[in-house]
């Protein structure tokens, strides 16, 4: 929504931003850490001359004490000018109606996501063709703003990531020098360089800070008093202490620059011809050449230098550094794309390249509109710098939203209670000093002072460190690496703990149990072995979802180059044609040619699908009796089941008429083919650790992607789910028309189509959206809320309301496990998120406390496998040497 302006506000059209304002810098002496104070200077100086003329000796000495308190207001106020951004923006600037006079902007960012900042307005003439345009913008954060007049706000820096496929499969890259130009003086260079300040800068910052300024004034008191020795060696302690902070911040400055995208130089298509150029001079729009170089494994690895999509060809690349999977992923082409359908980058990552990822393998198209010089896969450049998926990670790291401090609420709370007994204490020394005639009275009111300063201990900041340093210490000893120690302290105030399912509480190593259903046969072997997206790598394995690799074992086919083979080889599956697995469609399906042997006829055409059970449903021309009870009966035992389904398509369609079918066309009245039943067993510490947790009192939590009857099973096993359960789901789910779809397409939905129901049906309670209705069921069942009701949920506002109160999210997708984090936190709960994988991020970043569960990536096992190798190579060498010898 855009927020229009309103007095000095301008209008903003971005979700990061609350608030921009509109200022104007005060010239010289204008200020107003200035201008006051040469007036108050000026009295105070009048005043005391006047007395030295009276020689009034004590009006004099209190002239020159109003001097000195007059200096140190100033000096009060310039630090508030680096202590605070809104003073700074109050004596510094003035507010201006009109955006022509602005020359600065006051920032307020969303909530969450940090605090205020003033920012210079820039204005850059950019070309458009024969035109000139003056664009206004500022940078926030490393990512930039510009003023849009059409709607008279300011938005984020647009790149071309959300125009339809058509239009990116006609992308022909900067055809001229005047194009590149232009684009470079919009998006700027491929880079996002961490900032690395000198030392002395990082030292004046720390001195400044208000903790500091305070502990130094503590000092100057004790000097007062005498105590010259213990004010100067805590002076050299605290600030030797704040030099050995800055140059661990530097260190870990150089680490997170170490992070950045090498530089390597990479084919672009520029002005109708390849040339080689640095991966910095990168522009949204370019057509480049990417895939691994050839020269075996000894070869450079080539890191992705931007966000891109992939034009033509296929490509496996190892996205851990983005996401912590150690599975590659399998990226392909948009050729086999509805032209006219938009890109949405959450739902295509499957075609799209990362910044910072790892090509491992590619496969060129030669059959490409624009061929490629090297051989490698066509792609368009969609993100640069501080906008690709690295660079916003890198992002994150450096403007965390909160950082823990020495004033946060416990030892806000804390100070004050220690406050009252100091105050106390300098009334009573005050009051009977006073009575003494012989007091000192200068030493009376110092005394007084010290008293209330010495609440605040000066070791204080140093004993926080040490605290927050003996816990990442505690930590790494037990293999758990914090990334931001500022979240430790929160992980000791953790309410609701939140859990994935597959691969985090359950084993990664899945187990086919059987192929049921009266519609098994050879065509559920073949669904297993063909419809799937495994990849055999140049060494000969076999990588991608453990589900898959599971079921292709199970079956005891033979795969290889996208075909498949039965064990008797009887029965030969050639791929045609793929239409990769969507967490959002929940199914997959292929386009294959089976030969068999023992049929004398012509070769089969045929799709093969799987899916979720209630996905899968709809696409049958034929529904068994059996079908839904036999789905539950394996559901509510905890196993994953996945349904199968094949149909066979006309024998006179050839290899070209295939492929431009669409999807809708080919995943019709298919047979079923038997459901495919997984078993997941609990890891071994899930269910004490739980339980443990439980025992303490903590809000235990599901969120997975898995099928509401298989999480809920999970969840009964490991103290999440303690009482009889009730599941929020759509009455005619299984129709599709949940989430507000049917086949005529987008509809409205309405609370009576929901209802609350048990596992085996046997209750259900209508859904009502008033807060009284959703706590009397609360109160009485643990809830449970698939993916499809909570997007309903959300539509009519009440998330809010109804998360907090559910203990299982089932078939949520990666967007909603991060919206139920957001949900909790904006609630006021504090988070933590535990799981593993690619769909588990979002959650992870949202939660105050984010416990990723990684194993070490398959590069580094092979490389780690190879060291071993050679090293008992290299041994045995040995032993054979000396035998010799």
């Known amino acids: ?49 006047n007395f030295a003329t009276q020689y009034d000796w004590f009006k004099f000495t209190i002239a020159c004490y109003g001097l000195g308190v007059c200096a140190f207001l100033q000096v009060l106020a310039m630090l508030f000018t680096h202590w605070s951004v809104g003073f700074k923006a109050f004596v510094s600037t003035v507010a201006v109606r009109d955006l022509e006079d602005a020359e600065a902007v006051l920032v307020t960012p969303a909530k969450h996501i940090g605090g205020k900042e003033l920012c210079p307005l820039d204005r850059r003439t950019l070309r458009e063709g024969l035109n000139e345009v003056v664009e206004v913008g500022f940078e926030f954060r490393k990512q930039r703003f510009i003023y849009n007049p059409e709607i ?56 400044l800070a208000p903790f500091f300024c305070f502990q130094v004034f503590c000092v100057f008191l004790w000097m007062l008093d005498e105590y010259w020795y213990y004010s100067l060696f805590t002076l050299f302690m605290l600030v030797t202490f704040e030099c ?182 300098a009334w009573y020394v005050m009051s009977h000093g006073l009575a003494d005639p012989n007091r000192d009275r200068f030493k009376l009111v110092l005394n007084c002072i010290m008293i209330i300063t010495s609440v605040i201990p000066p070791e204080l900041p140093m004993e926080l460190s040490m605290a927050v340093n003996a816990s990442l210490v505690a930590l790494a000893r037990k293999r758990v ?51 799937h997206s495994l990849v055999i790598m140049e060494g000969g394995e076999l990588i991608g979802d453990p589900l898959e690799k599971a079921a292709l074992e199970a079956c005891e086919w033979h795969y290889a180059s996208d075909v498949a083979t039965s064990p008797d080889k009887g029965v030969r599956v050639t791929l045609l044609h793929r239409h990769h697995f969507s967490s959002h469609l929940k199914r997959m399906s292929v386009v294959v040619r089976v030969e068999d ?34 789905y539950r009966s394996y559901a509510t035992q905890g196993a994953r089941v996945i349904a199968l389904a094949y149909g066979d398509l006309s024998p006179e369609l050839d290899a070209a008429a295939l492929r431009a079918l669409s999807r809708e066309d080919t995943e019709r009245n298919l ?71 049917d086949k005529a397409g987008p509809r409205v939905l309405h609370d009576s189509e929901y209802h609350w129901v048990s596992p085996d049906e046997a209750l259900s309670v209508p859904f009502s959206r008033q807060h009284d209705d959703l706590l009397r069921v609360a109160s009485r069942y643990d809830l449970a809320i698939s993916g499809d009701a909570l997007a309903y949920v959300e539509s009519i506002g009440i998330a809010p309301l109804v998360i907090p109160l559910c203990q299982v999210f089932a078939r949520v997708s990666p967007e909603q496990k991060e919206l139920v984090l957001v949900t909790l936190r904006g609630a006021g709960r504090v988070t933590l998120m535990c799981g593993d994988g690619t769909n588990d991020v979002g959650g992870l970043k949202a939660a105050h ?33 000396d035998k010799g010898a």
């Open 1 to 49: 929504p855009i927020v229009p302006s309103k007095g000095g506000q301008l209008g903003i059209h971005s979700k990061e931003l609350r608030s921009v304002a509109a200022l104007k810098y005060r010239e010289g002496v204008c200020r107003l850490d200035i201008l006051p104070f040469i007036g108050l200077y000026l009295i105070a100086v009048g005043l005391a001359l």
């Open 671 to 741: 047979t079923w083919a038997g459901f495919a039943v997984f078993q997941c067993p609990l890891k071994e510490e899930s269910e004490p650790a739980l339980k443990a947790l439980a025992d303490s009192s903590h809000q235990l939590m599901m969120i997975t992607g898995d099928a509401p009857l298989t999480a809920c099973y999970a969840a009964s096993k490991v103290h999440i789910v303690t009482r009889e359960v009730l599941v929020l789901s759509h009455k005619e789910e299984e129709k599709g028309h949940a989430h507000g779809l």
């Open 481 to 531: 690496f914090c990334t931001e120690p500022f979240r430790i302290p929160y992980a000791g105030k953790v309410e609701v703990c939140c859990f994935d399912k597959t691969g985090t509480l359950t084993s990664d190593h899945l187990l086919l149990e059987d192929v049921v259903g009266s519609g098994k046969g050879a065509a559920s072997q073949q669904v297993m072995a063909a419809c």
């Open 152 to 207: 008279a706000a300011f938005e984020k820096l647009k790149f071309p990531v959300h125009e339809t496929f058509e239009f990116y499969s006609k992308v022909t890259g900067h055809g001229t020098e005047q194009k590149a130009t232009a684009a470079f003086d919009k998006y700027g260079q491929n880079k996002f360089e961490v900032p690395l300040p000198p030392f002395n800068e990082l030292l004046k910052e720390h001195l």
């Open 244 to 425: 050995t902070v800055v140059n661990q911040r530097l260190r870990n400055l150089k680490e997170l620059r170490s992070l950045q995208t090498p530089k390597q130089n990479i084919s672009v298509y520029r002005c109708g011809k390849w040339e080689l150029l640095p991966g910095e001079a990168l522009l949204p729009g370019d057509i480049i050449s990417i895939g691994r170089p050839s020269g075996g494994p000894a070869a450079d690895e080539k890191v992705v230098p931007a966000d891109c999509l992939l034009l033509a060809g296929s490509c496996i690349v190892e996205e851990a550094v983005l996401t912590g999977e150690s599975t590659p992923q399998w990226k392909v082409s948009i050729s086999d794309l509805d032209p006219k359908s938009q890109l949405n980058p959450k739902q295509d990552k499957n075609h799209m390249l990362f910044g910072g990822t790892k090509i491992l393998q590619h496969t060129g198209d030669k059959a490409a509109r624009i061929r490629t010089n090297d051989g490698g896969c066509l792609a368009v450049v969609l993100r640069t710098g501080f906008e690709t998926a690295q660079g916003r990670l890198m992002r994150t790291i450096m403007f965390s939203s909160e950082r823990v401090t020495a004033n946060s609420l416990e030892a806000g709370v804390f100070i004050l209670f220690l406050m009252v007994f100091a105050v106390a204490a």
């Open 597 to 630: 042997r023992q049929d004398a006829g012509p070769p089969t055409t045929r799709v093969l699908l799987k899916g979720a059970p209630e996905v899968v449903k709809q696409f049958l021309s034929h529904v068994p009796d059996d079908y839904e009870p036999l």
């Open 849 to 881: 406390v984010g416990v990723a569960l990684l194993s070490a990536s398959e590069t580094m096992e092979k490389m780690m496998k190879a060291k071993a190798d050679s090293n008992k190579a290299g041994k045995d060498k040995d032993k054979g040497g």
